[in-house]
């Protein structure tokens, strides 16, 4: 299994990006795939999910609005549009999903907003 985030970045405030995992090593279109972000001395917090054939999704109400997250179930790959990003948006942002009770991680992507 593996889950590799790319598309982070440094952005001024009000600006976007488009952050995007590529999955492999399981069957990806039968899970719900998560993006959770973790700033400095804070702890990981949920960003958004959705579910395996991307029917629903669910958003932090920090940032409903602003995000949203999609998934290409024939490229395997689950990506967070991200806009009129904020300071408080940054940290590094990780997709996620959980298998026969084991989590699994990507390695996490930087995203800095700042002027």
């Known amino acids: 299994v593996q889950l590799v985030e790319s598309g982070g970045g440094l952005v001024q405030p009000g600006g976007s990006l488009r952050l995007s995992c590529a999955a492999s090593?399981?069957?990806?279109?039968?899970?719900?795939m998560s993006w959770y972000r973790q700033a400095p001395g804070k702890e990981r917090e949920l960003v958004a999910d959705?579910?395996?054939?991307?029917?629903?999704?669910n958003y932090a109400d920090s940032v409903k609005g602003r995000f949203t997250i999609s998934r290409d179930n024939a490229k395997n790959t689950v990506y967070l549009q991200m806009n009129s990003l904020k300071p408080e948006d940054t940290a590094v942002y990780y997709c996620?999903?959980?298998?026969?009770?084991?989590?699994?991680w990507g390695q996490g992507t930087q995203v800095t907003v700042s002027s």
């Open positions: 090593g399981f069957t990806f279109s039968s899970y719900r």
């Open positions: 996620y999903f959980r298998r026969w009770g084991n989590d699994y």
């Open positions: 959705i579910t395996g054939a991307g029917g629903s999704t």
